[in-house]
């Protein structure tokens, strides 16, 4: 067992800006890892991608009648994936907003009873992450800081010519492919925070043909600490020969090209006791290499469920 290992808090910077706090946590790693752990490596983690033709329904406030239902059909004209659902009135948009899912809001400045910057802190009381574009012809500068200050994702002077919608065509496209972005990567903090941080499963990261992380789950199920672990080939945990070979297969993950890893085998606890687990993995970059992640549970019966404390969690195959 190596005795050389550094250790990293994951800290919580990547949360700036999140009302989502994460505890600090210090991970034994092997190596020169950046302060923050999950900003420096890709969990693998079920997650659905971006997908071009994906649906953005918008919600279009103005009470211009006439420009109102002009900027809904450019809009739809210019991205085939846009649905527009319009309406005059500031009221009726937020009434539209408590009730339906919208990935964007798009409102013009002067409005009867209201405008722009005032609806837009109201949206941002119950929304406060959901893009909101101003489109206005009030063009001020106080007015554009102003929006900022009170979370606006852009400002956009309204002009003539269609070419303008093109322009906010694209604003929006780019907001909410933003927006979801981060939606998938507090989806993925999440799942980190679950796995890892509450020890639901063992975690071991394999790296040049060792292990560089490992958390305390593993750590106990195999009555090491994870400081003994680290720096320890997956190999050397073997309980026979034949399970050094099966565990090969998570040092040799990074050569091989697969997607996934589904290895059965024994590993051999501190006291001697060979301990029957199974193992689902996914690749994992950090500073341009690629590794592996393991989830590590104690085989007890032939599904793929990992029992913790009475509890029960569904481990995706393709995780």
């Not at 009135?89 to 910057?117: H, K, W």
């Not at 199920?221 to 020969?241: C, K």
Request: proline share 4%; hydrophobic share 35%.
């Amino acid at each position: 067992m190596s005795e050389n290992q550094n250790a990293v808090q994951l800290t919580k910077s990547v949360l700036h800006g999140n009302t989502r706090a994460l505890n600090e946590r210090t991970p034994v790693v092997r190596g020169h890892l950046p302060e923050a752990v999950v900003e420096s490596i890709d969990v693998p983690v079920p997650l659905t991608g971006l997908e071009s033709n994906e649906e953005i329904t918008v919600l279009y406030i103005d009470d211009d009648t006439e420009l109102t239902e002009l900027t809904k059909l450019y809009l739809e004209r210019e991205d085939e994936s846009f649905t527009v659902v319009s309406t005059t009135n500031a009221v009726q948009g937020l009434e539209l907003l408590r009730n339906n899912e919208f990935d964007c809001v798009v409102s013009d400045y002067d409005m009867p009873n209201t405008d722009g910057i005032e609806l837009l802190k109201i949206v941002r009381e119950t929304h406060p992450m959901l893009p909101f574009i101003l489109f206005t012809a009030k063009g001020a500068e106080s007015v554009a800081s102003e929006a900022f200050t009170a979370g606006a994702t852009d400002y956009m002077q309204k002009e003539i010519g269609s070419e303008q919608y093109e322009l906010l065509a694209n604003r929006v496209r780019s907001a909410v492919e933003h927006y979801r972005m981060q939606q998938y990567f507090w989806n993925a903090l999440s799942w980190y925070k679950q796995i890892v941080e509450q020890n639901v499963a063992g975690i071991l990261i394999v790296q040049n043909h060792e292990i560089m992380y490992a958390n305390q789950q593993l750590a106990t199920l195999l009555r090491y600490t994870p400081e003994e672990l680290v720096g320890t080939a997956p190999t050397e945990l073997a309980s026979s020969p034949e399970d050094e070979t099966r565990l090969k297969a998570l040092v040799e993950f990074e050569r091989s090209g697969e997607e996934t890893l589904h290895v059965e085998a024994s590993m051999t606890r501190r006291d001697g006791v060979e301990v029957p687990v199974e193992i689902h993995g996914g690749p994992i970059h950090h500073e341009g290499k690629l590794g592996c992640l393991g989830l590590v549970r104690e085989r007890a019966d032939e599904g793929n469920r990992l029992a913790t404390d009475g509890r029960s969690l569904e481990i995706d195959n393709d995780c």
